[in-house]
């Protein structure tokens, strides 16, 4: 059966004493009495029991950069103690109860302590349970979203990745109008490293395409182009350009190229000629034609039949080829040919026998001519 003993620490800086019962150390006598006889006792040692440990650690499996507490949990002996721990990744500590912040794979393993006592007794070595670092797991999505079309389609942020962590993204919902950086973070107890990833918007592009404005009617249409000058791939609806009337094309971009859906409009032209005046008037003679070989409204052709100076007349215009008033596309013009009525001066009575000055052969109007009678 262990006794119990009595310390009875003296702090004295004066005397030295030469006894095996009295120890002194650092200027503090150290006297051992037995309890129950309080006689001295010569060699406490053989009847103290040494100290000892149960050392713990706070987890036995750990995530990187994680914080482990080693605790001693020191009995026996005389207080206070010393401590010495080792370890992995050539630990070291004097501490009661340290810890190892941030901690690294490489410091998974065993950890050992050794306990000294106020007489420098020694305990034996005790080891903690292995101690398990676990490395962080990076999330894994099966999407990496680049870049998305501005105004377009706004994917759905996974809260569980496709390796199985959950967790939670910031912001939650994409923005599909501006650039922005998300980040995922794991849910506690599952050791995994955060994600962060940017999704860029883009612009949309508008496709360009060299198409007239306007065609003649019964002109060859002008092919759609599926791409267009600036490298954007779609489709046309109407497919095809119709030449004899007026219509609007759609070009719908395919998916995935940040463009806009494009109208194009394109007009068919059936000019007819227009004359202004369509009814002309000439003197009877006259050399100049009033027939123009250009319509008011830009048209050029011909006129049948030839023109006559002489009788009032219908004349076809028929356009050339090559506008866009097809030969078909004919117009009328009336000439009206009007007689010159000579027009003279009254002449001024004279008296009878009177001579009479000679009758003018020109009119007051130009027109020539002779009188009858002479």
């Given amino acids: 059966m ?39 006792i010569n060699n406490p040692k053989t009847s103290l029991a040494d100290p000892t440990s149960n050392p713990t650690a706070s987890s036995s499996s750990l995530c990187e950069g994680e914080s482990l507490t080693l ?6 002996g005389i207080a206070p103690y010393t401590y ?20 690294s794979p490489s410091a998974a393993g065993v950890y050992s302590l050794i306990v000294t006592d106020a007489l420098n007794a020694v305990s034996t070595i005790q080891n903690t349970a292995a101690v398990i670092v676990n490395v962080k797991t990076d999330p894994e999505f099966n999407a ?51 994600l962060t990833f940017t999704i860029f918007v883009l612009n949309n592009v508008d496709p360009k395409f060299t198409l007239p404005s306007s065609i003649c009617t019964g002109d060859t249409s002008p092919i759609l182009q599926t791409v267009s000058n600036n ?28 463009a806009t859906i494009t109208t194009v409009n394109i007009a068919i032209n059936p000019l007819v000629p227009v004359f202004i005046p369509a009814i002309q008037t000439i003197c009877s003679g006259e050399t100049t034609s009033p027939l123009p070989t250009t319509s008011t409204n830009g048209v050029n052709g011909t006129w049948s039949p030839a023109f006559n100076n002489t009788s ?3 004349y076809t215009f028929t356009p050339n080829s090559g506008q866009c008033a097809p030969t078909t596309a004919t117009a009328t013009m009336t000439v009206i040919i009007n007689p010159i009525i000579a027009v003279f001066t009254q002449v001024a009575p004279i008296c009878s026998g009177q001579t009479l000055a000679p009758l003018p ?14």
């Fill in 84 to 103: 010495s721990w080792t370890g992995p990744n050539d630990y070291v500590s004097t501490d009661e109860n340290p810890v190892i912040n941030n901690i």
């Fill in 71 to 76: 605790r001693a949990n020191p009995s026996g």
């Fill in 144 to 194: 990496t979203l680049p870049a998305i079309c501005k105004g377009g389609f706004a994917p759905i942020l996974s809260t569980t990745s496709t390796n199985g962590i959950t967790g939670t993204w910031n912001p939650a919902i994409v923005n599909n109008t501006t650039t922005t950086t998300y980040i995922f973070t794991p849910d506690s107890g599952q050791c995994a490293n955060s």
């Fill in 312 to 314: 009032t007349n219908t």
């Fill in 2 to 40: 262990k006794k119990n003993y009595l310390l009875i620490a003296i702090f004295f800086s004066f005397f030295s004493f030469n006894s095996s019962a009295i120890s002194l150390k650092n200027n503090v006598f150290s006297i051992f009495l037995d309890a129950e006889t309080s006689k001295l």
């Fill in 361 to 374: 052969t020109t009119s007051d109007n130009g027109v020539t001519g002779t009188w009858s009678p002479a």
């Fill in 231 to 258: 490298g954007i791939v779609g489709i046309w609806n109407p497919s095809t350009v119709s030449n004899t009337a007026s219509g609007s094309y759609v070009f719908t971009p395919s998916a995935g190229q940040c």
